[in-house]
């Protein structure tokens, strides 16, 4: 299985950007696709998830609504749009392929090789 992201950017703050996250060969049982990011500073923080059906979602609480997770299984392609950013959301954006919608990096079986991105004040 391979996981590539794609869309990372330097963007000022207020700004908006759509990561994608492609998937390839054989995922198995693992249906849900989460991201996560690694700030500059700090542990890797988890971000959204969603299941196979795109009906189940999971967001990080302190986003207050800003991201959107979304899928296209046609596509094998996983979506994060990012709107409002801040400075704080500077960090690689990994996106990852497990068994369940959940917030926990361990039960994602899955991971792609991150995109950077940074928000300027």
């Known amino acids: 299985v391979q996981l590539v992201e794609s869309g990372g950017a330097l963007v000022q703050a207020g700004g908006s950007l759509r990561l994608s996250c492609a998937a390839s060969?054989?995922?198995?049982?693992?249906?849900?696709m989460g991201w996560f990011r690694q700030p500059p500073v700090g542990e890797r923080e988890f971000v959204a998830a969603?299941?196979?059906?795109?009906?189940?979602?999971y967001y990080e609480p302190s986003l207050n609504g800003r991201f959107t997770i979304s899928r296209d299984n046609a596509k094998n392609t996983a979506y994060l749009q990012m709107n409002s950013l801040e400075p704080g959301d500077t960090a690689v954006y990994y996106c990852a392929l497990g068994d369940a919608v959940a917030p926990v990096p361990d039960l994602y079986d899955y991971w792609g090789q991150g995109t950077q991105v940074t928000v300027s004040s």
């Open positions: 969603i299941g196979w059906n795109g009906a189940d979602t």
């Open positions: 060969g054989d995922t198995g049982s693992s249906h849900a």
